[in-house]
């Protein structure tokens, strides 16, 4: 088994078993008694118009980090961001962020998330480009987003690509992000034993 899946076991195992066991200790939302809250969003995205490089079919990504409360309905935390796209075959990509999240009513969220795109499949050596996204999320659960990568190609160009897509946030986002996350190790296993 490549390393990068056990890696990537090594991170999925522990979200598993905080996806058991969420409802009773995980927090997902703010409220005043407390100063900061988990963020697990998953996002399933489309491409938008002509890319640069190769053509994507269909993103999934997902940001697992901590937010805290900066004022009253402001929030703002680091987000580990990783996903994949495909292309006749699956890539994958990774980051960090920062995740900004302005509360706008009771029900409904702003949240902005740029970041830097630290390793991509196709670049497994080292910085790949930039990401930033938005989304307006209802109750925390469900909402829509525009998303932008721009990746670093093999002839020191950029590949920008614009992706619209539903977000799936809190207990949801977490349980998406762990069943997409191992079906993508048990995927890559399978593979790489043919």
């Known amino acids: 088994m490549p390393v990068r899946n056990v890696l990537m076991l090594l991170i999925i195992m522990p979200v598993g078993a905080l996806t058991v066991h969420a409802g009773g200790f995980l927090p997902f939302e703010p409220e005043e008694s407390r100063s900061s809250f988990a963020v697990a969003d998953f996002t399933l995205g489309y491409p938008l118009g002509p890319s640069d490089g190769p053509e994507r079919k269909?993103?999934?990504?997902?940001?697992?980090g901590w937010l805290f409360t900066l004022d009253e309905g402001l929030y703002l935390g680091p987000v580990f961001q990783f996903g994949s796209w495909l292309n006749g075959g699956w890539?994958?990509?990774?980051?960090?962020?920062a995740h900004t999240r302005m509360d706008l009513n009771n029900r409904l969220s702003l949240n902005l998330t740029p970041g830097l795109i630290l390793g991509d499949s196709p670049f497994p050596d080292g910085f790949a480009g930039y990401t930033a996204g938005a989304s307006v999320v209802l109750d925390g659960w469900v909402g829509l987003?525009?998303?932008?990568?721009?990746?670093?190609?093999?002839n020191n160009d950029y590949d920008t690509v614009l992706r619209l897509g539903i977000d799936l946030g809190s207990i949801p986002g977490l349980c998406m992000t762990t069943a997409a996350g191992t079906a993508g190790v048990v995927a890559s296993w399978l593979n790489s034993m043919d």
Do not use: K
């Open 58 to 64: 269909l993103d999934v990504s997902s940001e697992l």
């Open 91 to 97: 890539h994958s990509r990774w980051g960090l962020g």
């Open 145 to 154: 987003s525009v998303d932008v990568d721009m990746t670093e190609t093999f």
